[in-house]
């Protein structure tokens, strides 16, 4: 059989993202009822630049193939992120397609936060603040703009100019004010969501810094030794997770020092209806992700079916 090879480019051309939203939002809720295989995340560290990872396998109900996710982190370089996802077909193992892993993993997070603001945030927030000036950040504004009518942004970067940079580029792409702040403080002072995608190793976010009833989706904290929001803020906060076991393995709550206590839900539960999520106007909600599997899965099966009838994308024969 032919496998089809998919570079950033058809990945880009197969990929849509309202579709997504709405594939993922069933995702949630499939995983949630009906886990059969745990996921799994192994890192490794190749020297003080790079970072090797492998998620595996992305699996869930009604979808006839799984996931491998092989890629590696180089924060120094652009883009950080490079490598690719194989999607093997569930019954045989066959390889259906081989395609690049960064605007793929790029859009599924930005999904995912955007669906977690949708099911978390108050239904007017308008007023958003963006701590990081990176790639996940503007990935992150395109996709709540799904999900919610925008009026108001606020950037943060230590890197004065990546924020204006920043600023520029998505006030011209998106046409909204989007403005650059001085410090973390400023930036969240007056917003109802809140998105961190920095690579901190200690937390920014504290008691009193944000206003009641604030969303914040936490996505920097994916690996141990990350820390975005502080201890005593999550304690005073509902706090929410993608995966309970790698939350407290290597993500948001690991880096601060709690405990599954600490976890209200995972997404899912709340999606699935056998967990609450906001109960609350003044409430401060909180969804750390570490990104799993299934969501590559969804992604890749999505992308597939439109490139699997397209002449243009490259096929080879590995058996021959």
Same mark, same amino acid.
């Given at each position: 059989?032919?496998?089809?090879?998919?570079?950033?480019?058809?990945?880009?051309?197969?990929?849509?993202?309202?579709?997504?939203?709405?594939?993922?939002?069933?995702?949630?809720?499939?995983?949630?009822?009906?886990?059969?295989?745990?996921?799994?995340?192994?890192?490794?560290?190749?020297?003080?630049?790079?970072?090797?990872?492998?998620?595996?396998?992305?699996?869930?109900?009604?979808?006839?193939?799984?996931? =491998?996710?092989?890629?590696?982190?180089?924060?120094?370089?652009?883009? #950080?992120?490079?490598?690719?996802?194989?999607?093997? *077909?569930?019954?045989?193992?066959?390889?259906?397609?081989?395609?690049?892993?960064?605007?793929?993993?790029?859009?599924?997070?930005?999904? =995912?936060?955007?669906?977690?603001?949708?099911?978390?945030?108050?239904?007017?927030?308008?007023?958003?603040?963006?701590?990081?000036?990176?790639?996940? #950040?503007?990935?992150?504004?395109?996709?709540?703009?799904? =999900?919610?009518?925008?009026?108001? &942004?606020?950037?943060?970067?230590? *890197?004065?100019?990546?924020?204006?940079?920043?600023?520029?580029?998505?006030?011209?792409?998106?046409?909204?004010? =989007?403005?650059?702040?001085?410090?973390?403080?400023?930036?969240?002072? *007056?917003? *109802?969501?809140?998105?961190?995608?920095?690579?901190? $190793?200690?937390?920014?976010?504290?008691?009193?810094?944000?206003?009641?009833?604030?969303?914040?989706?936490?996505?920097?904290?994916?690996?141990?030794?990350?820390?975005?929001?502080?201890?005593?803020?999550?304690?005073?906060?509902?706090?929410?997770?993608?995966?309970?076991?790698?939350?407290?393995?290597?993500? @948001?709550?690991?880096?601060?020092?709690?405990?599954?206590?600490?976890?209200?839900?995972?997404?899912?539960?709340?999606?699935?209806?056998?967990? $609450?999520?906001?109960?609350?106007?003044?409430?401060?909600?909180?969804?750390?992700?570490?990104?799993?599997?299934?969501?590559?899965?969804?992604? @890749?099966?999505?992308?597939?079916?439109?490139?699997?009838?397209?002449?243009?994308?490259?096929? &080879?024969?590995?058996?021959?």
């Amino acid at each position: 059989m032919s496998t089809l090879l998919l570079t950033r480019t058809d990945v880009v051309r197969h990929m849509e993202a309202l579709t997504l939203l709405s594939e993922l939002r069933e995702a949630f809720r499939a995983d949630a009822e009906a886990r059969s295989v745990e996921p799994q995340r192994a890192r490794a560290p190749l020297h003080a630049e790079g970072t090797a990872m492998v998620l595996f396998p992305g699996t869930l109900p009604g979808i006839p193939a799984y996931s =491998v996710k092989v890629h590696a982190r180089f924060p120094g370089r652009s883009p #950080a992120i490079q490598g690719v996802v194989q999607l093997h *077909d569930l019954e045989t193992g066959a390889l259906l397609a081989v395609m690049d892993s960064g605007h793929l993993t790029a859009l599924r997070t930005g999904v =995912v936060g955007a669906l977690a603001a949708d099911v978390l945030a108050r239904p007017d927030a308008s007023r958003v603040a963006l701590i990081g000036a990176g790639p996940q #950040a503007s990935m992150q504004l395109k996709s709540l703009r799904l =999900v919610r009518s925008l009026n108001h &942004v606020r950037i943060y970067d230590p *890197d004065l100019t990546r924020s204006i940079e920043f600023a520029t580029r998505m006030y011209h792409a998106l046409n909204l004010p =989007v403005r650059p702040a001085e410090s973390v403080e400023e930036a969240v002072a *007056d917003a *109802d969501i809140v998105i961190t995608a920095t690579s901190a $190793s200690e937390p920014f976010l504290f008691p009193g810094m944000l206003r009641g009833g604030t969303h914040v989706t936490a996505l920097g904290a994916d690996e141990p030794g990350r820390a975005e929001v502080s201890a005593g803020l999550v304690r005073q906060s509902t706090f929410f997770c993608d995966h309970r076991a790698l939350t407290l393995a290597m993500g @948001a709550l690991a880096g601060v020092g709690l405990g599954e206590e600490a976890i209200h839900a995972e997404l899912g539960e709340v999606l699935a209806g056998t967990k $609450s999520g906001r109960t609350d106007a003044g409430q401060v909600t909180i969804f750390g992700a570490v990104g799993l599997p299934f969501q590559d899965l969804v992604a @890749a099966w999505h992308i597939y079916q439109g490139a699997r009838t397209d002449d243009e994308v490259q096929r &080879v024969d590995f058996l021959a």
